[in-house]
C-alpha cells in the first residue's frame, strides 16, 4: 500500500508541475523552448521531491546525480541529432543520436555513480 501511496503522490505532483511549466513556457520566446519546459524538468523536479520525501536525502542525491549524467547525454543526444538526421535521414540520423546519448551517459555513470 505504501508504494502506491508513493506512486499516486508522484503522479499528482508531476502533472502539477507539467501544468505549472507548460503555463511558463506558454509565457517565453521563441516557443521552440515550450517542450523543454512542459516535460522533462516539471517530473523530475516531482520525482527528486517525492523521493526525497519518502527515502531521505541520500537517495534523492543519487537520483539528482543520475539526472545530470542523463542530461549531459540529451546535450550530446542534440547535437548528433541537429547533424545527423540532415545528412543520414530521419531514420539513421535518430540511431546514431540514440548512440550519441548512451555514449556519455554510460561512461558518467560508469565513472561516478556505480
Known sequence: MKDFLLLAV????GGCLVVAF???SDMLKPKMFSGLFGGAPSVATASLLVSGLAMGPAKDEKYGTGMIAGAIGLVAYSLAAALAVKHLGAVAGSIVAWI???VPAAALYWFFLR
Not at 10 to 13: E, N, Q, S
Open 10 to 13: 508522484r503522479v499528482l505532483a
Open 22 to 24: 507548460a503555463m511558463l
Open 100 to 102: 550519441a546519448w548512451v
